[in-house]
């Protein structure tokens, strides 16, 4: 028998993840040790279910902001503490705080290690990945401490020490990882024309939706010229963004009495920037949502497709992605060989890669609709709006997620997790590309 044994050796089969499964199974796993702290008698004021404690520990770790249960009334500190862990985590990522803990021990940081930064941050190569993680670090304690500071000078004395102290390291935390929770069930709308407020929780949100790749290139270039070119188009993409949205949402909400219509001229012109800038994945709101024109939450809609930058704390399809697109678009109506931009081309890989972004991200969003109609009694602008919001992991609501079906619910938490891992990671998730030297003679398809 000893020999029959012999004869068949027993080998223990090893399960390897790739890359994009170990970045995706570790969201899941965060996910469901908050989802559980959640659960605890201590972290809730009153009971809550499962599904609810498993939809805002997703919707804090994947920082969207969506919420189904009134963050400052229904969790008590401890659980407020709890969802304060999972958006820092989920903002700067896991593979960040790992590198760092590895780094603290004294240990090397091996190659398999820095292909998972590379990942998590969608980085293009592995050359400088650890001072990546080192500048992140450090810009996010400097500006999370400097916006601590600047929102204690404005609550401190409203609330007191302690309330006030607590409130602006929260709202600290939530706006710089592109969160949107609140303590308020109001969002910022108490706040509407508060230049302090408002300049620091923009400030905040914008910086960390930049990308801490253009950060670091910041840091040591300080010159535009010598940035490279995604910081480049980044830093322009996002001032060109921001500039359109306050004009478009200052003139359709100027004469909204339920808005802007009602406010001073300077309250006006901090709400119009506010929600301008707030729905490419921030989340907080000083205006009433719901009670915007259909002409705003539509271009509200078109915001929160286009999201932030890459390697931030912000989700949808990313500034980059949708400026390749459209200079793409462009160079091919010129006639042009290739897409040139600031002197510099732009790969055909890049083109397809963000192609592929905007096509799967479109497959997600189509499928949920189409869901989300058949559960959910709303008008479908309503469903549009609050399914973009969960895609680009921003957090706005016009007040249908808070009523969700089970099935519902349970459609938006997958959907939170896929904006915020990435589309693209997703699929590298479930497939395997295989590489191949096969090639096939060209033909022509015709299109359009």
């Known amino acids: 028998m000893a020999g029959a044994l012999a004869a068949f050796p027993y080998r223990r089969k090893v399960i390897r993840f790739s890359p994009p499964q170990t970045l995706a199974f570790s969201f899941v796993i965060f996910i469901g040790i908050g989802t559980i702290l959640l659960k605890l008698p201590i972290a809730t004021t009153k009971p809550i279910s499962w599904l609810d404690a498993l939809f805002t520990a997703t919707s804090a770790m994947t920082v969207t902001g969506l919420v189904v249960v009134d963050t400052g009334t229904a969790f008590t500190v401890f659980g407020q503490v709890v969802l304060m862990c999972l958006i820092q985590l989920g903002g700067l990522g896991l593979m960040t705080f790992a590198i760092l803990i590895v780094m603290m021990l004294g240990k090397k940081i091996g190659l398999q290690q820095r292909i998972l930064i590379q990942e998590a941050m969608n980085q293009t190569s592995l050359g400088g990945l650890i001072r990546l993680v080192k500048i992140l670090f450090l810009f996010s304690i400097v500006l999370e401490l400097a916006g601590v500071i600047l929102l204690a000078i404005r609550w401190v004395p409203e609330f007191g020490w302690g309330t006030g102290l607590y409130q602006s390291v929260f709202h600290t935390i939530s706006a710089f990882n592109n969160a949107g929770f609140s303590l308020w069930s109001d969002s910022l709308s108490a706040y509407v024309g508060d230049p302090l407020v408002n300049s620091v929780i923009t400030g905040l949100f914008i910086t960390g939706g ?23 188009l980044m830093l322009v993409g996002t001032l060109l963004l921001n500039v359109i949205a306050f004009f478009v949402i200052f003139l359709l909400e100027y004469g909204n009495p339920a808005t802007l219509g009602g406010l001073p001229l300077s309250e006006k012109i901090w709400g119009a920037y506010f929600q301008a ?9 000083s205006l ?19 999201g932030g930058g890459s390697a931030s704390t912000a989700s949808g399809i990313k500034v980059t992605t949708f400026l390749v697109m459209l200079l793409a678009t462009a160079s091919f109506l010129k006639g042009q060989a290739e897409t040139v931009v600031f002197e510099r081309t732009i790969p055909a890989h890049t083109i397809l890669r963000a192609l592929a972004i905007i096509v799967i991200s479109l497959l997600f969003i189509f499928l949920t609709l189409f869901i989300l109609t058949v559960t959910e009694q709303a008008p479908f602008l309503t469903i549009l709006f609050e399914v973009m919001s969960a895609f680009g992991t921003v957090g706005l609501s016009i007040g249908l997620t808070e009523n969700l079906s089970a099935v519902g619910k349970e459609v938006m938490i997958v959907l939170m997790f896929i904006g915020r891992i990435g589309p ?16 096939y003679p060209g033909d022509e398809v015709m299109t359009g």
């Open 288 to 306: 009433a949502i719901g009670e915007m024109n259909q002409a705003s939450l539509f271009f509200t809609i078109v915001l929160m497709f286009i």
């Open 277 to 285: 800038v707030a729905p490419r994945t921030a989340g907080f709101n």
């Open 424 to 439: 693209l990671t997703l699929a590298f998730t479930l497939a395997k590309p295989k590489s191949s030297t096969i090639r």
């Open 210 to 232: 930049i990308g801490f790749t253009v950060l670091a290139d910041i840091w040591y270039k300080r010159s535009f010229k010598r940035l490279s070119l995604h910081s480049k």
